[in-house]
């Protein structure tokens, strides 16, 4: 019985042992959770957290709905160098401990002080709870505010702490190791003048082109300043820049003036050097199938100006299915030098002005071409064009205040790949014609017409001296009551033919030998000359050859006197041998020719073809050609050929010119040619005394005895009529000129040698001029002053010239500003025109920068290119080509220095990288230099950078998490 009690009670203690054992044990030790997840609630349901599989498929323990956490205390903010020092110790406003579930305190910088912080874009931040210092970079200079906010790791903020200001610093030369800033550690921009030292800027410091208008005080340029020849055309102003046309002629020389803005399908565009039948300079541009081109000058359009647009093309090759065309003209550009404005005034490349050629059809048989144009003026809507008549010239749309020639070659090519059209073109030009004066360079042939004159409205002040001649008048035009009384003096007559307008009329030029190619030759033995043109004849059946010498403008109703020496061979056998012009109208058709001809010419020696020709009706231009016609033998020689502008009799009606017409003296020996004034064009008694210049009747014109004391009524001999010389200083009395008023008279220290000469119609203004004496002098050294009218104010001015050497001479123009306050000075070399330099100094006035330009080019055989600095009130430009370096408000930007950041998510220590692309910068030889932006120091173990070059670098990082790092890299070009 006790035994069997014992076993039970041994029993029960056994299974109280066990229990207690099991009480002890994990109640899900040998549990699991499948696909999900355990939830933590606190006592009032809330989800606090959740552990297992998340719903981005991620393991782990996650917080959820944790209480806001507490206020940072506010930062302590410190002035760095180009940034700001955050300093936070960890504490908090409103708590004693920190949080277990804090995520990091963030860092916001804002412009006010209560700026509420977006949690999403922090500047940096905390991520201990220890606090710490963080260093930023601003982008500013101005008071900042800064802000703390916590974050838990549930992603609930707390409140923001309170703001404190802080404000970056620039460097100051403690910052710096001393000699540690060269060229390449300056940015755009840096150097102030502030910066500069008294008289640091010398001229080794100075770059050409470094000194601009504007900083230049006034008289400050003086004649020792000024070196011989630095004063060109392109730097007068006023009344001297209208004495003087203005004109850019691009002869295909440099393929930096043109950009290509369209081409077709396997089309090209080049420049050819060494064409030798090139007109203008032996070189062209070739187009090769469908090519669009503007230029690369801006030319300023000026209201009120005739611009004259011309070309010379031909074609050498054509599509199979005939010529293509081409149009010739201008682009038009906006006052921001950038946008297009065509016709309509929009910002497109089409529908521009096609003054000189609007898709003209070009043969391959019609040769050099040249194509003429005119503009003027702006209007609501532009001309599409052509405008081959200066009468009635085309108009831009009024939004233009530039332009620049416009070419589009192989047109009807656009759509053809791989073309066979070929165009080339010889020369293009813009010329601003000039205004202010009347001459003959502003006269239209045929334009001065009887309706187009008042009575007495021409008048002799309103002509240039030799403006009128037979080309500006048409015929019968100019009766007696057009002509004003006592309005046709001296200087306005031109009673003659015109010059040869052949360049080499006897044909031993380099102008001859670069056209006589093929059958053409140049040989020796001409007609009193050493050489003489030749053409081969020979051909299997009748040819004829023909060479054109020249092109000219001339209007319908002009004449041209033609004439060639010609010796046909004793073997020669043609139809004809002919020296002609061919009529063009505005499109460049032919309308006509005018030939001197014979049809059976002596042969073996030379005689004389000779014929006067007449333009016809719509005629704009002329080609002159020499031609052995159908032939199939023998050779022809050619010499002494003359293309000469005739003036018909006719231009001066019967009975014109009158006795009140002609001023007193205007008729001299040398403005009569034998028996061109013929009893029909002289009124009755209009040949009086007072019409007579001094010395003008000669002994040749006087009869024998004719002029007799009878003749010579008292006082009439006055002091014009007195040849110079002839009152010598016996003849006067010892007190003749005390006390009196010389006028217009020329005072000189000398007759010759070094002399100063006051001379009171120099270059038709008085002047005081300098003789040097010296055999290479062309014209004295002028001091002269004027006022020029400019309108709506006048301006005084000083020109100081020094002696005309060659076509070389220094120019200083002293003027004061103009009306709105602004002034303009320019220096340049006149003798110079590739590979030139200039200074430039203007004011800016009122309303703009005064600025300072100083230009340098380098010459064509060195390779070109050019280099300049603009200085003004706003910053210094540097410009190298097509890059520039600028100075503005302190910054300093250089085109071989560029920064930059990049974003890098590493793998934990594996070496992990970003390439950056698409970059420019300058040099030859590339340096980066890279640096890691991590508020974790320590886990950066390594940021470097491969592959460094002009377009780019490829960035590393070595990081031993998986935080996403900015990091910055700089490049710098040598």
Known sequence: MSSDIARLAARVAALERQLA???????????????????????????????????????????????????????????????????????????EITPLDLAEVQVHLSAAAD??????????????????????????????????????????????????????????????????????????????DAALALGAVNSTALADGAVLAEKLAANSVTLGKVASGAVTLSALGGALADATSQRLIDTMGDAAAWQITDQGSGSAWAHLASVPDAPTGRNVGEA?????????????????????????????????????????????????????????????????????????????????????GYLKDRAAAGSAGPNNDPRSPGAVHDAVRYITPYL?????????????????VDAVAIEALKTGLVDSTNLVSGSVTAVALAADSVIAGKIAADAVTGREIAA??????????????????????????????????????????????????????????????????????????????ILSGEQLYLAIDANASSDWAGSALRFYARWLDGTGATIGFGIAQVDVPTRGSWQRLAATVTAPANTTMATVWVETYQSTAGAVLWDNAVV????????????????????????????????????????????????????????????????????ISAGAVQATHIKAGAITADKLDADAINGKVVTGATVRTAATGRRLVLNPSSDSQPALEMFSDSSFEVAPGRVSASVIDMGTWVQPQVVLESPLVASSRADVTLR????????????????????????????????????ITLYGARGSSAGGGYHSMIIKGAGITWYG??????????????????????????????????????????????????????TVPGTVVECTATSVTATGLTVWINRTNTAATSVWYLIVGS
């Open 881 to 934: 080509g097509t890059r520039q370096m600028t100075f503005t408000d302190g910054v300093l930007r250089a085109p071989n220095i560029v920064t930059g950041v990049v974003t890098i998510t590493p793998v934990a220590n594996t070496p992990t990288s970003v390439t950056v692309s698409g970059l420019n910068v300058a040099g030859t030889v590339h340096r980066a230099f890279v640096t890691a932006s991590s």
């Open 21 to 95: 054992r099991t009480t002890r044990t994990a109640r899900m030790a040998y549990s699991s959770v499948e696909n999900g997840a355990i939830e933590v609630y606190d006592q009032d349901g809330t989800l606090r957290g959740s552990m297992g599989l998340q719903d981005d498929d991620t393991v782990g323990f996650v917080a959820h709905n944790g209480p806001p956490p507490p206020t940072p205390t506010s930062p302590v903010v410190e002035s760095a160098l180009s940034g700001l020092t955050v300093t936070w110790p960890g504490t908090w406003t409103d708590a």
């Open 644 to 711: 000469r502008p005739v003036v018909p009799g006719v231009q001066i009606a019967d009975g014109a010119v009158t006795a009140p017409k002609i001023l007193a003296g205007a008729v001299t020996a040398e403005k009569i040619t034998a028996l061109a004034v013929t009893a029909e064009k002289i009124a009755g008694l209009s040949v009086t005394t007072d019409k007579l210049s001094a010395l003008s009747v000669t002994a040749d014109k006087i009869a024998a005895n004719a002029v007799t004391a009878t003749k």
């Open 816 to 851: 004061s500003p103009e009306l709105n306050g602004k002034g303009l000075v320019r220096l340049e070399p006149s003798d110079q025109l590739d590979g030139y330099a200039h200074i430039t100094a203007q004011n800016g006035g009122p309303n703009d920068d005064s600025t």
């Open 476 to 553: 019968e035009s100019v009766t007696a009551n057009e002509i004003a009384a006592a309005s046709i003096s001296t200087d306005k007559l031109v009673v003659a033919g015109g010059t040869n307008v052949l360049g080499d009329p006897s044909f031993e030029g380099a102008y001859t030998a670069a056209i006589a190619t093929d059958v053409w030759s140049v040989v020796s033995g001409g007609n009193g000359s050493a050489k003489a043109l030749r053409v081969d004849a020979t051909a299997a059946a009748a040819t004829t050859r023909s060479l054109s010498l020249t092109s000219m403008p």
């Open 115 to 192: 700026t509420e912080p977006d949690t999403d874009n922090p500047v940096a931040a905390f991520h201990t709870a220890a606090g710490g210092s963080i260093t930023l970079a601003t982008d500013t200079y101005d008071p900042v505010w800064v802000r703390l906010i916590a974050v838990n790791t549930s992603g609930t903020a707390g409140h923001p702490s309170a703001a404190a200001q802080g404000q970056a610093r620039k460097a100051v030369p403690d910052d710096l190791v001393n000699a540690i800033i060269d060229e390449t550690k300056l940015a755009r921009g840096a150097v102030t």
């Open 408 to 424: 589009w070659l192989n047109y009807s090519s656009m759509g053809v790949s791989g073309s066979p059209a070929v165009m080339q």
């Open 288 to 372: 090769r199938g469908f090519v669009r081109l503007r230029g690369a000058t801006l030319i300023p359009y000026e209201p009120g100006v005739l611009y004259r647009i011309s070309a010379r093309i031909r074609a050498t090759d054509q599509l199979a299915s005939g010529p293509d065309g081409f149009y010739v003209g201008v682009l038009g550009v906006g006052a921001d030098q950038s946008t297009l404005v065509n016709r309509a005034g929009a910002n497109s490349p089409n529908s521009h002005y096609y003054t000189a050629a609007s898709f003209r059809s070009l043969p391959t048989t019609d040769g050099w071409v040249t194509v003429v």
